[in-house]
C-alpha cells in the first residue's frame, strides 16, 4: 500500500468517526438528579405546645427556625408529622392521645417541608374527626403538599402517589403498623395505611415498577427505645425490597438506628434507614432529643435510576422551661447544652451516643455531609447560625478528634 492509498484510508475512517453519536462514547447523557432529605418523628407534646402558646394561639414556627434554610435547599423534603391535627383548641391534647393545633402545618412549609408523612400509630388518636380535619386543612391551605398515608376516599386509598421532579418519577408509600389499639370503622378502611394490608402494599410496589423511576417506603414501624431493628421490621423491609422498594425509611422508635444496605435472598437491595428517631419531641431522655435527617442523592443516567450518595445528619431538639428549637448538631454547642431540660447533655454525650448506635463518628459524619453538599453546591456546608459559638470550633473539634 502506497502512502497516498493509506492518508486516503486514514482520512475515511476520520469521517466515519466523526458520524458516530457521542453518545456511543458516553458523552452528553442526559443526567438528571434529586436531592431528598427527610427527618423522624415531629412529636408534639404538651411541653412543646405550651412554649408555643401566647393569648390562645399557637405558633410553631420558631422551632424550626434554625434548621429551616439547610432543609429548603432540598427538592423534596419529608417530615414524619406524628401526630393528627385538630381545628378546636379545646380538643388539644398530649400522650397518650395526641392533638395537635393545625397551625403546626404551616410551620413545617415555613420551614421547608413539602412532603408530609400522616400513617402512624397516633393517626386515630382523635378518631375520624383527627383524620378529617388533617385532610381538610391540607387540602384548604396547601393542595400543593404531598399527603402521604391518610385518604379522603377509597380512589385515592387505590391511588399510587407518584411525585416527578426533576424528570424522575418518584413512586412513594406511607404505612403504619397499627393505630394504638383503635381501629377503623370497616367500612372506612381506606382511611390509613396499615401495615396488615400487606398485599396490597407489596401488589402497589410491584406496579410501581411500571409507573415509576425509584420507589420510597416511609414506614412506622419497630420498637420504642430500640436501638437495632426487631426481626419483624427486618423481614417485613426483605418482603418490600423483593417487591421493589428501592429506599426504605423507618419511623417510630423515637431513637436512632444504624443506617445500611439490605440485600435479599433473591438478591435485592435497598437503602435503609431502620429510625430516624426523633426531630421534635417533649421527651426527656438524652437518645430521644438526638435524631437524624435522611439526606439521599437520586440520579436517573440513560434511563437508569439509583441512589448515588446518602448520609444520616444528625439533629438535636433543644428545649428548655421556656423554649423549643430543632438543631443541627454541627450548629449547636455545649453553651447551649448546658441550658437543656435534660440535665448533663453535652456535645460529647450526644457525640458518643450517635458512634454507640451508627457506628460512625461525627468527624466522619461532618465530612460526608460536605462531600455530598459540595456536590449539590446550593446545599450550604454550615448554616452560620452562630459566628463565634460553632460546635467545631477550634478548641471543640481538637477534644472530639481525641475522644472518638
Known amino acids: 500500500m502506497n502512502k497516498r492509498s493509506f492518508k486516503i484510508i486514514l ?34 407534646h404538651s411541653t412543646v405546645y405550651n412554649k408555643c402558646e401566647k393569648n390562645g394561639k399557637y405558633d410553631f414556627n420558631d422551632i424550626y427556625k434554625y434548621i429551616k434554610d439547610y432543609i429548603k435547599k432540598y427538592d423534596i423534603a ?18 397518650p392521645t395526641f392533638g395537635t393545633p393545625q397551625s403546626m402545618g404551616e410551620a413545617v412549609v415555613n420551614a421547608g417541608f413539602n412532603t408530609i408523612l400522616s400513617a402512624t400509630n397516633h393517626t386515630f388518636d382523635k378518631g375520624m374527626y383527627g383524620i378529617e380535619t388533617t385532610l381538610k386543612y391540607w387540602k384548604e391551605n396547601y393542595s400543593d403538599v404531598n ?35 383503635f381501629s377503623l370503622p370497616k ?3 381506606y382511611r390509613v395505611n396499615l401495615l396488615s394490608d ?56 423515637h431513637v436512632i ?40 442523592e437520586i440520579t436517573k443516567k440513560d434511563n437508569i435510576t439509583k441512589v448515588t450518595d446518602y448520609s444520616f445528619i444528625p439533629v438535636v431538639t433543644h428545649r428548655t ?14 453553651n447551649l447544652a448546658s441550658k437543656h431540660s435534660v440535665s448533663g447533655i453535652t456535645i460529647e454525650k450526644l457525640c458518643d451516643k450517635w458512634k454507640e448506635i451508627t457506628g460512625e463518628n461525627i468527624n466522619y459524619i ?39
Not at 422551661?321 to 454547642?333: M, T
Open 11 to 44: 482520512f475515511l475512517f476520520a469521517l466515519t468517526l466523526l458520524t458516530i453519536p457521542l453518545k456511543s462514547f458516553g458523552a452528553n447523557i442526559k443526567e438528571d438528579k434529586v436531592y431528598l432529605v427527610a427527618s423522624g418523628d415531629n412529636l408534639i
Open 198 to 253: 400487606k398485599e396490597k402494599f407489596l401488589n402497589d410496589l410491584k406496579k410501581a415498577e411500571d409507573l415509576a423511576d425509584i420507589s420510597i417506603c416511609f414506614v412506622h414501624i419497630g420498637e420504642e427505645y430500640r436501638y437495632t431493628p426487631t426481626d419483624y421490621q427486618k423481614n417485613y423491609i426483605k418482603d418490600l425490597i423483593d417487591a421493589g422498594a428501592d429506599i426504605i425509611i423507618c419511623a417510630h422508635p
Open 78 to 95: 419529608v417530615i414524619n408529622q406524628e401526630t393528627i391535627f385538630i381545628d378546636d383548641n379545646s380538643k388539644i391534647s398530649s400522650y
Open 321 to 334: 422551661s421556656n423554649d423549643i428549637k430543632a438543631y443541627l448538631l454541627e450548629d449547636y454547642n455545649n
Open 366 to 404: 461532618l465530612d460526608k455531609k460536605y462531600k455530598f453538599e459540595k456536590k449539590y453546591k446550593n446545599i450550604s456546608k454550615s448554616s452560620e447560625i452562630f459566628k463565634n459559638e460553632k460546635i467545631y470550633n477550634r478548641n471543640d473539634r481538637l477534644n472530639l478528634k481525641r475522644r472518638i
Open 147 to 181: 399527603l402521604l398515608g391518610i385518604h379522603e376516599t377509597i380512589e385515592d386509598y387505590e391511588n399510587i402517589d407518584i411525585i416527578e421532579k426533576n424528570n424522575i418519577k418518584i413512586a412513594m408509600f406511607n404505612y403504619t403498623y397499627g393505630l394504638n389499639g
Open 187 to 189: 367500612d372506612e378502611f
Open 257 to 296: 438506628e444504624p443506617v445500611e444496605y439490605v440485600e435479599t435472598n433473591k438478591g435485592n437491595k435497598a437503602l435503609v434507614y431502620y429510625s430516624l428517631g426523633n426531630f421534635i419531641s417533649g421527651q426527656t431522655e438524652l437518645d430521644r432529643n438526638l435524631g437524624g435527617l435522611a439526606s439521599i
